[in-house]
């Protein structure tokens, strides 16, 4: 069994039997932090994502057709529980001190703009913040997003449409954009 082999070469154990390559591991820690992760627990959630494509291959089920976009998608499922499980002021103050202690004076429009967009996502519903973060920053195409969530195309597209409005709007209260 994989797990058992890999328990039995422990240090030995190659770097290509890692189910994620650099690249989904880099998509999972993407969509893990802009779901709101905190940073100390990102290694935790890409763990996470990792051990459930092993629990696929140990329960004898066929790999995912595209491992990348169910990778992201778990990472996004992931994110939601975390998200559910703090308040959301409690992120959204931790982000704050984050953004205040790079000090980058030549960059301060965008961290505003990163700011408000933040707190823009934190205030959509989960569906739609899923489907954005999915979209614009995990760059899943619509169609992968439908089928990974198992929702129709009409369905991403609409909450996509929404959030997106939502999001423009509020930028344009609070006079970023």
């Not at 140990?58 to 975390?82: F, T």
């Not at 614009?136 to 089928?147: G, N, T």
Request: charged share 30%; net charge positive; aromatic share 2%.
């Amino acid at each position: 069994m994989l797990l058992r082999g890999r328990a039995r070469r422990g240090r030995e154990g190659h770097a290509d039997d890692d189910p994620l390559d650099a690249a989904q591991e880099r998509r999972v820690r993407a969509v893990l932090a802009l779901g709101g992760v905190p940073q100390a627990d990102l290694p935790d959630g890409v763990q996470q994502v990792r051990l459930r494509l092993l629990e696929r291959a140990a329960d004898g089920r066929e790999a995912p057709r595209d491992v990348s976009a169910w990778a992201a998608v778990v990472a996004s499922n992931l994110a939601m529980d975390w998200h559910r499980a703090k308040r959301r002021q409690e992120r959204l103050g931790e982000r704050l001190a984050a953004l205040r202690q790079l000090e980058h004076p030549s960059g301060e429009d965008t961290s505003v703009l990163s700011v408000a967009v933040a707190q823009g996502l934190d205030e959509l519903p989960a569906a739609q913040r899923q489907v954005v973060v999915l979209r614009f920053y995990a760059d899943l195409p619509v169609r992968s997003i439908a089928e990974q969530l198992g929702v129709p195309e009409g369905t991403v597209k609409s909450r996509l449409h929404t959030a997106v409005r939502a999001l423009r709007a509020r930028l344009h209260e609070d006079e970023v954009v």
